[in-house]
T-cell receptor
Framework: DTAVSQTPKYLVTQMGNDKSIKCEQN?????MYWYKQDSKKFLKIMFS???????INETVPNRFSPKSPDKAHLNLHINSLELGDSAVYFC?????????FGPGTRLTVT | GENVEQHPSTLSVQEGDSAVIKCTYS??????FPWYKQELGKRPQLIID?????GEKKDQRIAVTLNKTAKHFSLHITETQPEDSAVYFC??????????FGSGTKLNVKP
């Protein structure tokens, strides 16, 4: 099922680098999210956009910058990567109630 | 804000037994309560949900109950099978489409 897709699936990079993760949904949903899942599996919301407008911005370092070029896309750019950024990043979208997740991007910072 | 607590963190049952996972929430304004199943290396997938105007919902071997007064909701899996083994997350949806997740329950169904 490709309703919510993310690229890349795996990302291995060195500390200090800048990287981007892309997300696309073809469900026609208005709201998209970025979540971070750490090694203990806890799902933490980072950002949410509704119709290209930022509506949720949790306490996330400003090295993380989301961008929504249109309703179907929400990208995440990370500057100056740190070891603690290693995690699985999930994109999700919702219309009304039900939320659907992308396959995740496993980011490893070495 | 909302605070969702989930118990237990791990649960081991014998195949065929029932499994129950419980969650509590703090904000009475939360109005939608989904449950997700996450298999190893996969995305969380919605398995069942309940809205605040309903007390119970069932889908085959899975059921969810909601007690709005006590602010808790539970996932019940009957006749568990090895393929039910996964991490299960509860969540509560609050204002502005914000979802608060529980910390997850790792369910192990022993054959």
């Amino acid at each position: 099922d490709t309703a919510v897709s993310q690229t890349p699936k795996y990302l291995v990079t060195q500390m200090g680098n800048d990287k981007s993760i892309k997300c696309e949904q073809n469900l026609g949903h208005d709201t998209m999210y970025w979540y971070k899942q750490d090694s203990k599996k806890f799902l933490k919301i980072m950002f949410s956009y509704n119709n290209k407008e930022l509506i949720i911005n949790e306490t996330v370092p400003n090295r993380f910058s989301p961008k929504s070029p249109d309703k179907a896309h929400l990208n995440l750019h990370i500057n100056s990567l740190e070891l603690g950024d290693s995690a699985v990043y999930f994109c999700a979208s919702t219309q009304g109630q039900e939320q659907y997740f992308g396959p995740g991007t496993r980011l490893t910072v070495t | 804000g909302e605070n969702v607590e989930q118990h237990p963190s791990t649960l081991s049952v014998q195949e065929g037994d029932s499994a129950v996972i419980k969650c509590t929430y703090s904000d009475s304004a939360s109005n939608y309560f989904p449950w997700y199943k996450q298999e190893l290396g996969k995305r969380p997938q919605l398995i069942i949900d309940i809205r605040s105007n309903v007390g119970e919902k069932k889908d085959q071997r899975i059921a969810v109950t909601l007690n709005k007064t006590a602010k808790h909701f539970s996932l019940h899996i009957t006749e568990t099978q090895p393929e039910d083994s996964a991490v299960y997350f509860c969540a509560a949806k609050h204002n502005f489409n914000k979802f608060y997740f529980g910390s997850g329950t790792k369910l192990n169904v022993k054959p």
